[in-house]
């Protein structure tokens, strides 16, 4: 869900990145598609999620209330 508070659920496999409007990475590491990823302790702001997987990147506009 977006916008959200707790969790984020990867939609596909791969590594990912989340980094928040300054540049700052927050989080990384490798996902598989459906897990979810724990936001809860984040500030509330805009972040970019960054899935790649081979070769290929997709970003997401994540919401954090």
């Known amino acids: 869900p ?7 659920i990867s939609s596909k496999s ?3 990145k989340l980094v928040d409007i300054s540049g700052k ?10 897990q ?5 302790t984040l500030q509330k702001g805009i972040y970019i999620l960054t899935l790649t997987a081979n070769h290929t990147s997709t970003s997401y506009k994540i919401i954090i209330q």
Do not use: K
Not at 36 to 40: E, F, H, R
């Open 36 to 40: 979810s990823l724990s936001i809860g």
């Open 2 to 8: 977006n916008p959200t508070s707790d969790y984020i």
């Open 25 to 34: 990475i927050c989080q990384q590491g490798y996902t598989e598609a459906g």
């Open 14 to 16: 791969g590594a990912y």
